[in-house]
């Protein structure tokens, strides 16, 4: 950022210094600190810090017209992006802490990250694509297809009202499906935050529990799909309370910078206003 480099020049360069008499000089200081701080665009990010464990630290400061809280955690997550992919890796937010730092509305963000291998949505699908294809050319595509469907049509009535346990060639069916989706989502799983992470890792575990007391006929199909639905509903709640968090954030973010403009005029009307 680019700042004149002292007091003296600022105000030699709006008018002569024998027009100026005390009270002036404060008012045109002040004016010289806000332009150099709220007006003219500052903003600055620290290096990356490591903090162990795989985790990183970013912190960020920017003025109300680079954004304030907003813009200093977009320069911090900017970084974490372009250091993680310097390595071939992604940068997976662990928290942010953003706060305001002065009246006028400059911002400063602190935000800790981990680098993680990118697992992409098609990666997933494919190892989805793959155990199930081995199931069907294991166990015959037909029955492989009619046991498939009955754990991925938990929520229909027909799944819901169906009291069988398991028939013996099912069984190795169940527990193959079982033991693929525990090493699809595993591999999603470790690419997320531990935020998102606490949400998913229940899910799976009790998704893998339905499925091996089906395999082992402790439950029957009915009482399998009642857990899934039961399962989904607890994760849709969890996943709710992350994103009203973010809304809140967003809304939080916005009122900030609308006082931060706020107390920025006030304060060069003040400043400007005579004496």
């Not at 024998?18 to 010289?32: D, F, Q, T, Y």
């Not at 912190?59 to 200093?72: K, L, M, V, Y």
């Not at 310097?86 to 940068?91: E, L, S, T, Y």
């Not at 893998?208 to 509903?233: C, H, Q, V």
């Amino acid at each position: 950022m680019a700042v004149l480099s002292s007091r003296d020049s600022w105000e030699n360069h709006l008018m002569p210094k024998s027009k100026l008499n005390e009270p002036n000089k404060l008012r045109v200081a002040a004016i010289a600190f806000l332009g150099a701080t709220a007006i003219s665009g500052c903003a600055t990010t620290s290096d990356v810090t490591p903090l162990g464990n795989d985790m990183y630290m970013i912190s960020s400061a920017a003025s109300p017209a680079r954004g304030g809280t907003a813009g200093s955690a977009s320069m911090s997550t900017k970084k974490a992006n372009e250091y993680c992919l310097a390595i071939g890796q992604k940068a997976v937010l662990e928290s942010v802490d953003s706060k305001n730092i002065n009246a006028v509305g400059a911002g400063a963000s602190q935000i800790s990250f981990r680098c993680v291998d990118d697992v992409r949505e098609d990666e997933i699908q494919a190892c989805y694509d793959t155990f199930i294809a081995e199931i069907s050319t294991t166990y015959g595509s037909e029955l492989g297809s009619t046991v498939l469907s009955k754990l991925m049509n938990y929520s229909s009535f027909d799944q819901l009202a169906d009291n069988n346990t398991a028939k013996p060639e099912e069984v190795p069916i169940l527990q193959a499906a079982g033991r693929g989706m525990e090493n699809c989502e595993i591999k999603a799983i470790d690419s997320m935050s531990s935020a998102q992470a606490s949400l998913a890792k229940p899910y799976l575990s009790k998704s893998l529990e339905l499925i091996a007391k089906l395999s082992t006929g402790t439950i029957s199909y009915a009482e399998y799909a009642s857990g899934m639905n039961a399962n989904d509903a607890e994760l849709e709640q969890g996943y709710g309370k992350f994103a009203a968090s973010d809304r809140e954030e967003a809304r939080w973010q916005a009122e900030q910078r609308m006082k931060a403009m706020e107390n920025m005029n006030t304060e060069i009307n003040r400043i400007m206003s005579p004496k």
